[in-house]
Structure formats: C-alpha cells, structure tokens
C-alpha cells in the first residue's frame, strides 16, 4: 500500500467521521450499504456494518434520529446521548475504511482522528444548539428545526464528498472544525458575559 492511498483513506475516514459529529448512524447506515455493495471495501472486523440486522438497525436509528432532531425537547436528548455514540461512530467509520492497516493500528487511528473529529463537532453542533434553545420562547422551536435541516444538508454534503471526492471532504472537514471551535470559544464567551450580567444585576 502505497502513501496515497492511505492518505485518501484518512481522508475518506476523517469525512465520514465528521459527518458522524452530527448524525450518528447516517453515516453508518451508507457506509454499509456501499459495502454491502461492493463498492467500499470495509476492515475485516467491521463487515458488521453490512449485515442486513444492522443496515436495518442503522435505517430505524437515522429516521428517528433526523425526525427527532427537529422537536426541541427530543434534541436536547439526542445531543446528550450523542456525547458517547457520535464519538464512537467516527472512530468506527476510520477504522473500518482503513483497510490495508492491521486492526489495532486501524483503531487507534480511529479513536485519534475519527472519535476526536466527531467529538469536536459534536460539541460545537452541541453549543450552538443549547444557545438556540435558550431563546426558544422567542422563535418557538423553529430556530432548533432550522439549525436541525442544516445539519441534515451539511451531513449529505459531507457524505458525498467522503466516498467521491476524499480529499475535499479532508477540506470540508478542516472548514468544519474551525466552525466548530469559533462556536465553542464565541458561545462560551457569550454565555459567561450574560451570566456576569445577570449575576451583577440589583439584588
């Protein structure tokens, strides 16, 4: 195996992973089914994914998961949970379409690049959804459903540049990422400023 194509495997990995940061088990559930197909060679151990039981469990899980995201309180819920499964999902997905590696060095791979990538955006999807939350009474829900078809439409891109065009999918990534932090650091800062403002308000 030669540099390119294990750099284009990375890349087709850290794509589908940040795709994970946002929907869990899309990402999975289409990387089963395009090796089910044959058309994505997938690591030996994870041949799971295209099981019929799990391309099943994977369909069930994305319908509730993409419908769910769009009610506020449910969203709330997915995003805690998601804490845990979008890590795992990213550090699956690296593993699985890094095949020419042997399996241990496969999963670290998958837990540095793929569980790290998915948790940054996790987390900034996260921030960015709680601060819309927390001005629901003004926009009823519609700013968390808004956001939710956001995702649904960035996680599609992210998908089809992972398995066509990987090394732009590496780009997107990178361009994801840096959002994510700028909603990490800008929310965070904005959120201590208003509780200083409320902390210092008349008692």
């Not at 495997?9 to 929907?23: D, E, V």
């Not at 949970?81 to 550090?91: M, N, S």
């Amino acid at each position: 195996m030669n540099g390119m194509e294990l750099a284009l495997q990375l890349c087709m990995g850290i794509g589908l992973a940040a795709c994970s940061g946002l929907r869990a088990f899309l990402p999975c559930l289409i990387v089963g089914a395009l090796g089910r197909a044959d058309y994505l060679q997938l690591g030996e151990a994870y041949s799971f994914l295209e099981r019929t039981d799990s391309l099943i469990i994977f369909g069930v899980a994305t319908l509730l998961e993409v419908l769910g995201d769009k009610i506020v309180a449910v969203d709330h819920f997915l995003d805690t949970a998601g804490t845990v499964l979008r890590p795992a999902a990213g550090t699956v997905l690296v593993s699985a379409v890094m095949v020419k590696l042997d399996p241990t060095t496969a999963l670290a791979l998958g837990l540095i690049a793929g569980g790290g990538t998915a948790f940054t955006i996790h987390a900034g999807k996260s921030f960015t959804r709680a601060s819309s939350t927390a001005t629901s009474p003004l926009h009823l829900g519609a700013g968390n459903t808004a956001l939710s078809f956001i995702e649904d439409a960035v996680t599609g891109v992210g998908l089809f540049l992972s398995v066509l065009a990987p090394v732009f999918a590496a780009l997107f990534t990178i361009a994801l990422l840096a959002l994510a932090g700028w909603a990490l650091t800008h929310l965070r800062s904005r959120w201590r400023r208003n509780s200083e403002v409320r902390n210092s308000g008349p008692g």
